[in-house]
């Protein structure tokens, strides 16, 4: 009997181990932590977006993004849902695509994958970190490399794999964090830490405007948070390592061009003359954003509405549509929920996430360099890698 063994017990380690032991190989997973599948026990905000209806290789970054076209045509959505229907993991498809588990808990999918494949014989071995991999490849037949990304390193992010990769010859490409928050080079922005408003970030490399997100926008006291920040964290990431310049624009209501927002602003004042200008702000926005957009205008909070001439009213609209902030960095892979950059997969055999450089030595899920967009395709990769892996080693 084949004997294969798997280095980590995370998402595509755990679905190539159930799928190797259904075939009846004997299979051991080697996982360092304590516990398996930690990232997938945090995923979602604890709920677990587990895959996508709609998977393309547009839904992912990569030097060659077409790699994962023929693993997602074999184990895309449909694969996918019908293995965990046949688990009985039943699955809540919402409307934007996004699929999450109908128990809406993501401890309900770790707990399902571990406890299915502890039945069909796999041999789980926790609190074991592997240091020596061709030792390993000695031992066994096959070794599956499914240690994940640098990302998120109290739950068991490494550069193991990547390690292991060079052992045997293979490209590393350069990584970085992605899905992470933003360091912003403002005290001002600081000062907000806590405040959270709905709004639309735009992404300015090297001044010029890459990418825009609108979603929730939330201050930390060191940057930017929230997923409009995390969905062009990718491209701002990607930046920051090549050094180019990297701002963001921050439009706080997407809703108004600048023309409407400075009248709505006249309008009011002419109505409310013995209101504030903050009062006048903060019928739109937070109260603390209101308060430190104003500072960072250097225009007193106290300023009584019927001060506020055209020109003012002007200035504090453009201000609201396009607050501009310096990005210093990225707040690191300890932040961060996945890692761009890895094995680079023009050496990985796309059909069977073999390695181009030593037989019987697979790799798959984030370990490689692929990297899916917010809305379960990083899932998505390491179920479908796992299973190409899985496919390629029984037969
Ligand atoms: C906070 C957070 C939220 C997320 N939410 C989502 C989400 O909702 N949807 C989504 O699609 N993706 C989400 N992701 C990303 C997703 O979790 C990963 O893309 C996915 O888990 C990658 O699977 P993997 O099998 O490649 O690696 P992992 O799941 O990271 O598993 C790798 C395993 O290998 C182990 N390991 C590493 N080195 C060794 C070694 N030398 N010896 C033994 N074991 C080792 C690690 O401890 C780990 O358990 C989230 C990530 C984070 C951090």
């Not at 677990?48 to 209806?53: A, D, E, K, V």
């Not at 500072?295 to 396009?322: F, G, Q, R, S, V």
Request: hydrophobic fraction near 40%.
């Amino acid at each position: 009997m084949k004997k294969v063994a798997i280095i980590g017990a995370g998402a595509s380690g755990l679905l190539c181990a159930i799928f190797c032991a259904k075939a009846s190989l004997d299979v051991d997973v080697y996982e360092q932590n304590d516990k398996c599948a930690k990232k997938i026990l945090v995923s979602g905000n604890g709920r677990c977006n587990i895959t996508n209806r709609e998977i393309s290789p547009n839904d992912f970054f990569s030097n060659h993004p077409s790699f994962v076209q023929s693993s997602l045509e074999n184990f895309g959505f449909k694969e996918f849902e019908k293995f965990a229907s046949e688990i009985g993991l039943l699955l809540d498809v919402k409307e934007d695509g996004r699929v999450y588990p109908l128990s809406n808990e993501a401890k309900s999918v770790a707990s399902l994958l571990l406890n299915y494949a502890k039945i069909l014989g796999v041999k789980i071995h926790t609190d074991t970190k592997i240091t020596e991999i061709k030792t390993l490849l000695a031992k066994y037949d096959v070794v599956v490399v499914a240690t994940g990304s640098q990302a998120a390193s109290h739950l068991g992010g490494n550069e193991d794999g990547l390690s292991f990769a060079k052992e045997f010859g293979h490209n590393i490409i350069p990584t970085y964090p992605s899905l992470v928050q933003l360091h912003l080079d403002s005290t001002i922005a600081h000062k907000m830490s806590g405040a959270k408003m709905y709004g639309e970030v735009t992404l300015l490399i090297n001044h010029k405007k890459d990418s825009t997100c609108q979603g929730d926008i939330l201050f930390t006291n060191y940057g930017v948070s929230g997923f409009a920040v995390l969905d062009l964290s990718q491209r701002a990431s990607m930046a920051l390592m090549n050094f180019e310049h990297v701002g963001i624009s921050i439009n706080l209501l997407p809703a108004f061009n600048a023309q409407k927002l400075s009248a709505h602003m006249s309008n009011l004042a002419k109505n409310m003359p013995k209101f504030s200008v903050t009062d006048i702000l903060a019928g739109m926005i937070p109260i603390k954003i209101a308060h430190f957009l104003l500072e960072d205008l250097k225009i007193p909070h106290a300023l009584k509405a019927e001060e506020i001439h055209t020109k003012l009213a002007k200035k504090i609209a453009n201000a609201m549509l396009n607050w501009r902030f310096e990005v210093s960095a990225t707040h690191g892979f300890r932040h961060a929920e996945v890692g761009g950059g890895g094995v680079d997969v023009r050496e990985i055999n796309p059909k069977t996430m073999e390695s181009l450089k030593q037989k019987n030595l697979y790799f798959c899920g984030e370990v490689l360099d692929v990297l899916g967009r917010r809305g379960g395709y990083n899932f998505a990769f390491a179920w479908a890698s796992g299973y190409a892996a899985a496919q390629a080693i029984t037969h």
